[in-house]
T-cell receptor
Framework: DAKTTQPNSMESNEEEPVHLPCNHS???????IHWYRQLPSQGPEYVIH?????VNNRMASLAIAEDRKSSTLILHRATLRDAAVYYC?????????????WGAGTKLIIKP | EAGVVQSPRYKIIEKKQPVAFWCNPI?????LYWYRQNLGQGPELLIR????????DSQLPKDRFSAERLKGVDSTLKIQPAELGDSAVYLC????????????FGPGTRLLVL
């Protein structure tokens, strides 16, 4: 399984954009990139996913490098409620089990 | 729409005791997952159900863990007997057939084994 590398933690100021990086240098052509987040004392929450093209939704944007060896989750205007652990996960589109292999994620701290 | 419901939210037991966790997925979601999450780590899949069939239980420690989803709706995960190392958060998630890239998680059950 391809692995992802994320910083252990990041800090950002409230109401500023946040760019959360993820490296996946061994990604295969059939690996989707998923992002989930986990707020304190809650279960994980789906954020966004993509394959090759950049993706946008109401929660965030996903920017995928041209060589797909890295990606960035962008929160356009962070609030205190965005403080969470953010997980970058690869999933093989050919995996019929749709299994997500989770790492330790990035703990995002938002400063007021 | 109600989310994934889990109970209890917290459980403290002594080692060697049995414990059970219950999960009710989002209505209409035929895929159900049980995960275990140790402190500071991401979730680890224990078992996945498609309707009432366990289709992936390769990570379930079968000597002490068991799970069932008899009518293809709610599910129970049991540990008997519990060990100190079983202390963790047990998460249940569900997804729609054809939309399994998006999993919806419950709040989890935090288990402490003394």
């Amino acid at each position: 399984d391809a692995k992802t590398t994320q910083p252990n933690s990041m800090e950002s100021n409230e109401e500023e954009p946040v760019h959360l990086p993820c490296n996946h240098s061994t990604i295969s052509g059939t690996d989707y990139i998923h992002w989930y987040r986990q707020l304190p004392s809650q279960g994980p929450e789906y954020v966004i996913h993509g394959l090759t093209s950049n993706v946008n939704n109401r929660m965030a944007s996903l920017a995928i490098a041209e060589d797909r060896k890295s990606s960035t989750l962008i929160l356009h205007r962070a609030t205190l409620r965005d403080a969470a652990v953010y997980y970058c996960i690869l999933r093989d589109v050919g995996d019929s089990n749709y299994q997500l292999i989770w790492g330790a994620g990035t703990k995002l701290i938002i400063k007021p | 729409e109600a989310g994934v419901v889990q109970s209890p939210r917290y459980k403290i037991i002594e080692k060697k005791q049995p414990v059970a966790f219950w999960c009710n997925p989002i209505s209409g979601h035929n895929t159900l997952y049980w995960y275990r999450q140790n402190l500071g780590q991401g979730p680890e899949l224990l078992i996945r159900y498609e309707n009432e069939e366990a289709v992936d239980d390769s990570q379930l420690p079968k000597d002490r863990f068991s799970a069932e989803r008899l009518k293809g709706v709610d599910s129970t995960l049991k540990i008997q007997p519990a060990e100190l190392g079983d202390s963790a958060v047990y998460l249940c998630a569900s997804s729609l057939e054809g939309r399994r890239e998006t999993q919806y998680f419950g709040p989890g059950t935090r288990l402490l084994v003394l």
